[in-house]
């Protein structure tokens, strides 16, 4: 996710991370979604500019940017981010989740993520562009769906600060 707050780019051409990717757009949706597979096996969904969710190769959340909020796994628990900005400097404020806020996340996460694989299975989308090939995109979002809505737990282990 980008450090600045602004519309997404042109991610099919600009995310190279991600060696399978593609956008499409889905009737009744408001945005396009770009979806991407790193060669590591993580993955990232892009609904329009947000929510946007990212997992490792397991399908469990690393991080996320919700409702303007900044998102990031503690292993056990989410902690949200929020910006604050001075002439001087911009400084994050941290917040862990609590167990009732991190069930409430979830399901949201979790309803997009179906509503997604529900369409997908039922063909309903219009593909914009994608790299690696259409039919290998749209085998990895149907895999990928299914690891995020299977994982147990479904947040990743806690991101280790570079």
Same mark, same amino acid.
């Given at each position: 996710?980008?450090?600045?707050? =602004? !519309?997404?780019? !042109? /991610?099919?051409?600009?995310?190279? =991370?991600?060696?399978?990717?593609g956008? @499409?757009? $889905?009737?009744?949706?408001?945005?396009? #979604?770009?979806?991407?597979?790193?060669?590591n096996?993580?993955?990232?969904?892009? @609904?329009g500019?947000?929510p946007v969710?990212?997992? !490792?190769?397991?399908?469990?959340?690393?991080r996320? @940017?919700?409702?303007?909020? *900044?998102?990031?796994?503690?292993?056990?628990?989410?902690?949200?981010?929020?910006?604050?900005r001075?002439?001087?400097?911009t400084? #994050?404020?941290?917040?862990d /989740?609590?167990?009732?806020?991190?069930?409430?996340?979830?399901?949201?996460m979790?309803?997009a $993520?179906?509503? /997604?694989d529900?369409?997908?299975?039922?063909?309903r989308?219009? $593909?914009?562009?994608?790299?690696?090939?259409?039919?290998l995109?749209i085998?990895? $979002?149907?895999?990928?769906?299914?690891?995020? *809505?299977? =994982? !147990?737990? @479904?947040? =990743?282990?806690?991101?280790?600060?570079?």
């Amino acid at each position: 996710m980008a450090r600045e707050e =602004a !519309d997404r780019e !042109d /991610l099919v051409a600009e995310a190279t =991370a991600y060696v399978v990717r593609g956008e @499409f757009s $889905i009737p009744d949706w408001e945005q396009p #979604l770009f979806i991407g597979f790193r060669k590591n096996g993580a993955f990232s969904f892009y @609904f329009g500019s947000d929510p946007v969710y990212q997992f !490792d190769p397991q399908g469990r959340l690393r991080r996320a @940017f919700v409702a303007g909020m *900044l998102y990031r796994s503690e292993g056990e628990t989410l902690c949200s981010m929020s910006r604050h900005r001075t002439e001087a400097e911009t400084t #994050l404020m941290r917040r862990d /989740l609590s167990k009732q806020q991190c069930e409430v996340f979830q399901w949201g996460m979790h309803e997009a $993520i179906r509503q /997604l694989d529900e369409a997908v299975h039922a063909q309903r989308y219009r $593909i914009r562009e994608t790299v690696g090939g259409e039919e290998l995109w749209i085998e990895k $979002i149907k895999e990928a769906t299914r690891l995020v *809505l299977g =994982a !147990d737990p @479904f947040l =990743a282990p806690k991101l280790v600060s570079r």
